[in-house]
């Protein structure tokens, strides 16, 4: 019997081969991907991401690890951790995607891996390391300079002087209408 190590070098070396086909693959995937409704592809997604999970633990671990999967303890609690934050979280994500900008998205998206810093430190009380420093400093020093871009492109929008109707502002740029 081969050891553990060799069974998630094997299953971690073959993923990326799965994600990086040539040029054909990536294009024929893009326009397939179109085609399927964004909820069809996120329980797929879903589904490979349990399985891929379910497959890692049964190396690393030993199935005795799933042996409290039937409990009723265990259900109540993952029910309500599903329900309020996985469900809760992906509906308030997706009615922010609606509502806001790309720099915006991206601005609450680069604070995630810092909140995750944060949280592990303040709940589980794990100090960070070295390298998460660095990486944090990196991420907010991203963030800055994305928000001085940002800001250099509001003061950069052209504003018209008070008292322009819309129909002047189109007769001085030459728009005469259709």
């Not at 303890?73 to 951790?81: A, E, G, T, V």
């Not at 309020?84 to 900008?101: D, E, N, S």
């Not at 944060?118 to 991420?139: D, H, K, N, R």
């Amino acid at each position: 019997m081969r050891d553990k190590s060799r069974y998630l070098y094997d299953l971690l070396g073959f993923i990326p081969r799965l994600k990086c086909g040539g040029f054909h693959h990536r294009l024929y995937c893009k326009v397939k991907l179109r085609q399927i409704p964004l909820a069809i592809f996120s329980i797929y997604r879903m589904a490979m991401a349990t399985l891929v999970f379910f497959v890692v633990v049964l190396m690393l671990f030993e199935p005795n690890h799933f042996m409290d999967v039937f409990s009723p303890f265990l259900w109540r609690w993952m029910l309500i951790y599903g329900m309020v934050i996985v469900v809760g979280g992906q509906l308030c994500w997706f009615r922010g995607l609606k509502t806001t900008g790309a720099a915006d998205v991206s601005l609450a998206s680069s604070f995630s891996p810092i909140a995750g810093i944060l949280a592990a430190y303040f709940i589980l009380g794990e100090a960070p390391t070295m390298a998460q420093y660095i990486g944090g400093a990196v991420i907010i020093g991203g963030i800055v300079l994305n928000q001085i871009g940002v800001f250099r492109k509001m003061a950069e929008t052209v504003t018209l002087p008070p008292g322009n109707s819309d129909k002047e502002a189109d007769t001085e740029v030459g728009f005469k209408g259709v």
